[in-house]
């Protein structure tokens, strides 16, 4: 994603500067039934109306913005995602939830594990670090250690995620990223090799009207190495397909949890 207080996150800069690239959140808190309303009308425009926007159904419109951002470095494009949202949860605790359970497939790195690359940490709730793998669209299979942070406000939450550049090069928890190579049924992965990373936040915003609807918005920027897709322009038709599937899993999960 996302008066609105962002995580400080007290760690050296991107080589390409992927943190002073992120939007400032859409929605701020202290807004009014009435302000809150122009802002998601703002978004929208003319393409839905608010009730159709903010209806409570898995699958309701979303809004996704993909834009290209200018990079210092010729080999290694910049992108920024954006996606706005409204789901329902009545403990605005969908956000967190569903973000740790994303995180909690990778390796928990320890305090200890912390302190001997020079890293404090207190073991605050509200902070992890993980070691995270997985395939991206199928194409390469990445690595990475992700600082996760969250904030609250009474009207809001804020997740902020980035992989966490200190532990470039490291050779227990490295950020990487590898060609995925299909042999027939045999899938190997190619030479490893550093990944710049990707930064972002998700702010989760508690609406006035409708009663119960949230309003969410993503923002994240990415390194994409040139390598990852040999130059194909793969992401403009991948990435949608991918946000829509994810916007409605999570409504369907973020309304089972509330139920509870």
């Known amino acids: 994603m996302f008066a609105f207080v962002l995580c400080s996150l007290a760690t050296p800069e991107f080589g390409l500067g992927l943190r002073n690239r992120l939007p400032l959140p859409t929605?701020?808190?202290?807004?009014?039934?009435?302000?809150?309303?122009?802002v998601v009308l703002s978004l929208i425009r003319d393409d839905y109306s608010y009730q159709d926007f903010t209806r409570r159904s898995a699958v309701a419109p979303q809004r996704m913005r993909m834009r290209d951002v200018t990079s210092a470095d010729d080999k290694t494009p910049i992108h920024s995602v954006d996606v706005w949202f409204v789901a329902y949860d009545d403990r605005l605790i969908g956000g967190l939830a569903s973000a740790m359970k994303g995180m909690g497939t990778g390796k928990a790195i320890t305090k200890e594990q912390l302190a001997k690359r020079g890293i404090e940490f207190d073991g605050s709730?509200?902070?992890?670090?993980?070691h995270v793998a997985f395939d991206f669209l199928e194409k390469c299979h990445l690595k990475a250690t992700i600082r996760l942070a969250c904030t609250r406000t009474e009207e809001s939450t804020v997740i902020r995620a980035e992989v966490d550049p200190r532990f470039s090069g490291d050779s227990e928890f490295p950020n990487q990223w590898q060609l995925v190579v299909r042999d027939g049924n045999a899938r190997k992965l190619g030479r490893a090799t550093e990944w710049e990373g990707a930064n972002g936040y998700m702010k989760i915003t508690r609406l006035a009207e409708p009663a119960g609807a949230l309003f969410v918005e993503q923002h994240i920027v990415f390194a994409e190495p040139k390598g990852?897709?040999?130059?194909?322009?793969?992401?403009?038709?991948?990435?949608?397909?991918?946000?829509?599937?994810?916007?409605?899993?999570?409504?369907?999960?973020?309304?089972?949890?509330?139920?509870?």
Do not use: H
């Not at 808190?29 to 309303?37: F, K, V």
């Not at 709730?125 to 993980?130: D, G, K, V």
């Open 125 to 130: 709730a509200t902070e992890s670090y993980r």
């Open 27 to 38: 929605m701020s808190d202290g807004l009014d039934a009435a302000e809150q309303r122009a």
């Open 228 to 260: 990852w897709f040999d130059g194909a322009n793969l992401l403009r038709s991948k990435v949608p397909i991918v946000v829509q599937s994810t916007v409605r899993a999570t409504r369907r999960e973020w309304a089972n949890t509330g139920a509870k």
